[in-house]
Nanobody, 115 residues
């Protein structure tokens, strides 16, 4: 059973920073498809940042230049560094992993950006 546990969310003012962490219960060394999604109230879940095949990273246009996804394979952890946060970044942020064709999700961590 794959488990993903997010942490690092909280309340921050506009322009502030947060770093989210996603700890996986298995080795992520050979896992390419991992990423972060978010879901704001009343909106659909959307991809924020992700790793893909060949080490390629992709970002939602709205966060390019402000968010950075990274990983520490030794710690089985993926991070999302979020800078210059805006009120529209307020959402529950979820970690996602794809393994053997199956998708796994964490329970999410809430990020609230006050104006």
């Amino acid at each position: 059973q794959v488990q993903l546990v997010e942490s690092g969310g909280g309340l921050v003012q506009t322009g502030g920073s947060l770093r989210l962490s996603c700890a996986a219960s298995l080795s992520i060394f050979n896992i390419n498809d991992m990423g972060w999604y978010r879901q704001a109230p009343g909106k659909q879940r959307e991809l924020v940042a992700a790793f893909g095949s060949g080490g390629i990273t992709k970002y939602l246009d709205a966060v390019k230049g402000r968010f950075t996804i990274s990983r520490d394979n030794a710690k089985n952890t993926v991070y999302l560094q979020m800078n210059s946060l805006k009120p529209e970044d307020t959402a529950v942020y979820y970690c996602n992993l794809k393994r053997y064709g199956l998708f796994y999700w964490g329970k999410g961590t809430l990020v609230t950006v006050s104006s």
